[in-house]
């Protein structure tokens, strides 16, 4: 969506858009980003800069919790790519004999794919060093632009051809994306109902239907879920109390010819699941009443009327 060709399309075709950019847009709003002054708050700890450009909004978006994550994930790898660096730089000092530059630069070109997110941080040389026997050294430091790296943590830009919104509208807008996004999600992976094998149109559309309703009843229990405390999981839910099963009694009767009476009875759920149903309001039956025929009877035998649910 954020190809060249694709912005092309949708400008051409009276489109409103709304999109995520590239690490390079952060970049190229570096300093804008770096002044603290201009912007305003949201909830969920995340504050956006408004600015225009042409035809275009571009909002300046940070999140102390993104903020926070990145530089973890930045210094996770910092550390690996150093102890790494220092365990090759030792092998190098304990050589006994020469050694090829060749093999160095495939090992430490395969030590910064594996911790890509923090390789461009360090400025590493393979230096020739008479002293050791090796012939060679490693040197390293810091680069002077990781800090407008670090600066960007947590960080990142969106752009639109809505001129008329304010950034708190647009960030809203864009968010969004997250819940249908979320919504595809629960539709392949919890509802196990994607994908569509169907090839009538009646029969599509059917699914469809089941599709939506399946996802209305998954947003309700959700929604009862937190108004109930108990968080924003509906699957949580869902696999606790599919651990609460039924029995049927068989009682066996000395009539003639010989008839049963089977009774569905509900099992008492344990301490966890009685407390998510008394949180949500919910009261099991004992008793459910025998709608199906018996997996094994008498050719004689007919249900019994008078069972109570």
């Not at 954020?2 to 999109?19: E, Q």
């Not at 804008?32 to 969920?44: F, H, V």
């Not at 190098?92 to 390789?119: T, Y």
């Not at 950034?167 to 994908?195: C, G, M, N």
Request: proline share 5%; with cysteine.
């Amino acid at each position: 969506m954020m190809s060249r060709k694709n912005l092309a399309w949708l400008k051409a075709t009276g489109r409103r858009y709304v999109l995520g950019t590239s690490r390079s847009e952060v970049r190229r709003f570096g300093q804008e980003i770096a002044d603290d002054s201009g912007w305003e708050p949201l909830p969920a700890g995340v504050e956006v800069k408004l600015r225009r450009e042409g035809d275009e909004s571009f909002i300046l978006c940070r999140s102390q919790e993104r903020s926070r994550k990145e530089a973890a994930m930045h210094e996770r790898f910092a550390l690996r790519i150093e102890a790494g660096l220092h365990s090759l730089d030792r092998r190098l000092r304990k050589a006994r004999c020469s050694v090829e530059r060749g093999p160095i630069e495939r090992q430490l070109g395969r030590l910064l794919e594996r911790n890509s997110r923090a390789a461009a941080r360090y400025a590493i040389d393979i230096v020739e060093d008479a002293s050791v026997s090796a012939g060679l050294r490693l040197t390293w430091r810091v680069k002077p632009e990781w800090e407008l790296v670090q600066r960007a943590e947590g960080c990142y830009v969106l752009r639109s051809n809505v001129t008329e919104w304010s950034a708190a509208d647009l960030w809203q807008t864009y968010v969004q994306l997250t819940d249908a996004e979320a919504a595809f999600r629960i539709h392949k992976s919890d509802l196990s109902i994607r994908p569509i094998w169907h090839q009538k149109q009646e029969r599509v559309q059917a699914h469809l239907l089941v599709c939506f309703l399946a996802f209305v009843l998954w947003k309700t229990l959700e929604q009862w879920q937190q108004r109930a405390g108990l968080g924003n999981s509906p699957r949580t839910i869902l696999d606790e109390l599919a651990r609460i099963q039924s029995a049927d009694i068989v009682l066996p009767m000395a009539d003639r010819p010989p008839r049963e009476i089977r009774l569905r009875c509900v099992v008492r759920p344990d301490r966890a699941q009685a407390y998510l149903l008394d949180r949500l309001g919910l009261r099991l039956p004992e008793r459910l009443r025998y709608r199906d025929p018996p997996l094994e009877c008498s050719a004689n035998f007919r249900p019994p009327a008078a069972v109570t649910p």
